[in-house]
């Protein structure tokens, strides 16, 4: 799908989606918090906005933003997102290992990331070849 | 070499190769569909190519790789 929208639009309009989801969310939930989603809408616009702006720099950044990457921008962006899952993966173990020492209700999310993450993990050397070595001759 | 027998740096022809054809690193860049960053950091040695885009780089200058890029001498850093 992402093949119809022009290269420099794809993010930004990944962005603009999850923001206006977000914004949605916050105005089904109703109550008193109904102007969060308002706020959200607005975050989200100007994050488009500056999305956009930045694709259009001759940096690795801005070669990311637009969609546009090389190898080695894609390779760094790789990089990137498996420091940042790393980072994610020791968040929620130690919210799972506060949430059982205090005997809270909340372990539950730190453990579904867990195991989404691992699965995602498996499903990644599964998917990307872990198991190429199995023939030999 | 790094001592697992890797190669973290590899000396390279592509700055020699590039100002001897009078081309600048973007005009290469465009030659070769990568960014501009890209062709800096193979010329400083920061980042190894992979290998089609090596071969890509060799025949642009009409070279083999092995000419192209020497992995027994380490990249100036």
């Known amino acids: ?137 | 070499m790094t001592s697992k027998g890797t190669f973290t740096f590899m000396r390279n022809q592509v700055r020699e190769q590039r100002t001897q054809q009078g081309l600048s690193q973007a005009e290469l860049a465009a030659a070769l569909g990568v960014s501009r960053q890209t062709v800096i950091s193979i010329e400083s040695g920061r980042y190894l190519p992979s290998l089609p885009l090596a071969f890509t780089i060799a025949r642009f200058f009409g070279l083999t790789v092995d000419k192209m890029f020497d992995p027994d001498e380490e990249a100036d850093t």
């Open chain 1, 1 to 137: 799908m992402t093949t119809f929208i022009r290269p420099r639009l794809r993010k930004p309009a990944g962005i603009a989606v999850a923001g206006v989801l977000f914004a949605a969310a916050w105005l089904v939930r109703g109550g008193p918090l109904w102007w969060v989603s308002i706020l959200a809408v607005i975050m989200t616009a100007v994050r488009v906005i500056r999305l956009y702006q930045m694709g259009a720099k001759d940096t690795d950044e801005g070669a990311l933003a637009g969609s546009r990457a090389d190898e080695r921008q894609k390779l760094l962006s790789l990089q990137s997102r498996a420091l940042a899952c790393n980072f994610a993966a020791v968040a929620a173990f130690g919210g799972l290992t506060a949430a059982i020492a205090l005997d809270a209700g909340w372990w539950w999310p730190f453990l579904v990331i867990l195991v989404v993450g691992g699965f995602g993990y498996l499903l990644g050397l599964s998917n990307y070849g872990a198991s190429e070595d199995v023939e030999q001759n």
